[in-house]
């Protein structure tokens, strides 16, 4: 097979495939199945025998990286227990899996599988007992427990007949996330790239009490919200992958201050509440409803995981008020962008400044890696997935270097 061919190609593929000529059925990181699969399987952006070392990954000084884990397939989102075990969502096959180091060398080099069978594994939340994680059209919990990280219990299904596209061509993975005054809150992506759904849970934010009951929308206008934090004091940002097809500039990616009751612009409006060429003058009565974004993205870097550092006195003070997002790369483009995570800085005012924090996955000689998602420990480090590799990394700052 060609390890590379033209951006050209790369660009008809793209409308070959949406035009609905061919899919590879499997449901790919990102929400939208089949492909980034055959683009970059076409164009060598597959796994390879050349894949990143974390010897050329850059960081801020002062920070060191580790890979710790590999050869895990799409491992997409996770979480850390009280010991230390990571609990990781594999999208590709259905599972989520526990890693463990069980020599003390400092890998994860033990994996169990803790749950099979399941469809579009994605996001994952510890609640006391319980962990929480959700499927293509479901959020379900299970007891577990976390000094052996080990099911305790049988698993219920709290959220059912939620809304999910075309399995090819849509946003199917939904992130959860438990807020401050105990509600779970769960993301439902577009179910195309720009359309007008009529089932109005898509491409929104939902609320329930932690057991499923009252299920209501929260936020909407939200094309394909991966991941969501609250900050430390207590906003809620989300991340949001705009549309495509429009060009290497235009629209930006977004990152989200929801509000209950929020409209987020899309599929009207983009970026700065400017119109979309397509749909944007079907609804002017939404323009000044629509809420811009807090602080936008390069276009097509597709923001995914955000996670707020928590801030531990090992870490230096620059990272207080920060959060770490990782930026899984762009396809849409026709030179390559993001593949990497950066740190947002918060000011006193509100203002966000961002900075990269691990680069390298994009080399000269290709995509070695696509960053997902982040978690840190009780010790301060950090945990990111990349679902092209199927590695875990870990970051940590030194202290010898403070």
């Not at 790919?28 to 952006?45: N, Q, Y």
């Amino acid at each position: 097979m060609l390890k590379k061919i033209s951006l050209s190609l790369v660009t008809l593929l793209a409308v070959i495939i949406i035009g609905g000529a061919g899919y590879i059925s499997v449901t790919i990181p990102g929400g939208l199945s089949g492909f980034w699969v055959m683009l970059s399987t076409v164009a060598g952006m597959n796994r390879s025998e050349d894949q990143v070392q974390a010897s050329s990954l850059q960081l801020p000084p002062g920070f060191e990286i580790q890979l710790i884990a590999e050869d895990l397939g799409y491992a997409r989102w996770i979480l850390v227990t009280d010991n230390n075990d990571l609990v990781v969502s594999i999208t590709d096959v259905g599972h989520i899996m526990v890693l463990q180091d069980k020599d003390g060398n400092g890998s994860k080099e033990t994996k169990t599988l803790l749950i099979e069978g399941l469809s579009n594994p994605q996001g994952l939340i510890f609640d006391g007992d319980w962990l929480y994680f959700s499927e293509r059209d479901k959020v379900s919990r299970v007891a577990f427990d976390q000094t052996t990280s080990t099911l305790a219990g049988e698993i219920e299904v709290i959220l059912s007949d939620l809304p999910y596209g075309h399995p090819h061509m849509s946003h199917n993975a939904k992130a959860i996330g438990i807020s401050p005054d105990r509600k779970l809150h769960i993301n439902i992506g577009s179910p195309c790239n720009n359309c007008e759904p009529e089932d109005p849970k898509y491409s929104a934010m939902l609320r329930s009490n932690l057991d499923g009951s009252n299920l209501e929308i929260y936020a909407t206008g939200l094309r394909n919200s991966v991941d969501f934090d609250w900050a430390p004091w207590g906003d809620l940002y989300a991340t949001v992958n705009a549309r495509d097809m429009l060009g290497d500039d235009f629209p930006p990616d977004e990152l989200n201050l929801i509000v209950e009751g929020g409209f987020y612009g899309w599929p009207y409006y983009h970026g700065d509440n400017v119109p979309d060429p397509e749909l944007g003058d079907k609804r002017p009565d939404l323009a000044p409803m629509a809420i811009p974004p807090a602080h936008k993205f390069r276009p097509h870097n597709a923001p995914l995981g955000i996670h707020f550092i928590n801030a531990h006195e090992s870490l230096p003070k620059a990272f207080h008020r920060t959060a770490l997002v990782a930026l899984h790369g762009s396809w849409n483009r026709s030179s390559l962008d993001g593949y990497k995570v950066i740190s947002l800085h918060w000011d006193e005012q509100g203002n966000i400044e961002s900075r990269d924090f691990v680069s390298g996955f994009l080399a000269e000689d290709g995509i070695m890696g696509r960053p997902v998602e982040i978690a840190q420990d009780k010790q301060g480090r950090f945990y990111i997935t990349d679902d092209l590799a199927g590695r875990v990394y870990r970051v940590q700052y030194s202290a010898a270097d403070q």
